[in-house]
């Protein structure tokens, strides 16, 4: 598939196999990554903490981006708003993310975070900068 290159390059983050977090499915433009909700990633209240939970979404968001670009040495997050709206629970969370406009160097992306009932957890948009070899 042409963008399995996006798959392959989260190998190559830490932070990303730190989490667990693991490609479930990817699409021109589109992707759906999980991660466990383990117990150490949880706030006072039991739910995934709220960094957890944009950093699974600021994941999506340059993974969906990232399928668009094989060509990128990488896609840095110039700006990411998230909204909360419920709470993340259970033993694991998905996002879902779609790339909404791209150009050659920026990238305007949304994605959800749900919990595996479906509800969803949050809401986040994001600016991307896609990095070439001449940008470096």
Known sequence: MKVEF???YQKKIPFVSHLKILTETLGEGTARLSM???PHLVNSLGTAHGGVIMSLLDVALCTAA???HPE???VITIDLST???GGASGKKLFADARVMRDGRSMSFVEAEAKNEDGSLVAKAI???RVRHKRDT
């Open 6 to 8: 996006a798959r392959e």
């Open 36 to 38: 466990p909700i383990e």
């Open 66 to 68: 990232r399928t668009l």
């Open 72 to 74: 990128s040495i990488g």
């Open 83 to 85: 909204s909360f709206i």
């Open 126 to 128: 994001a600016t991307v």
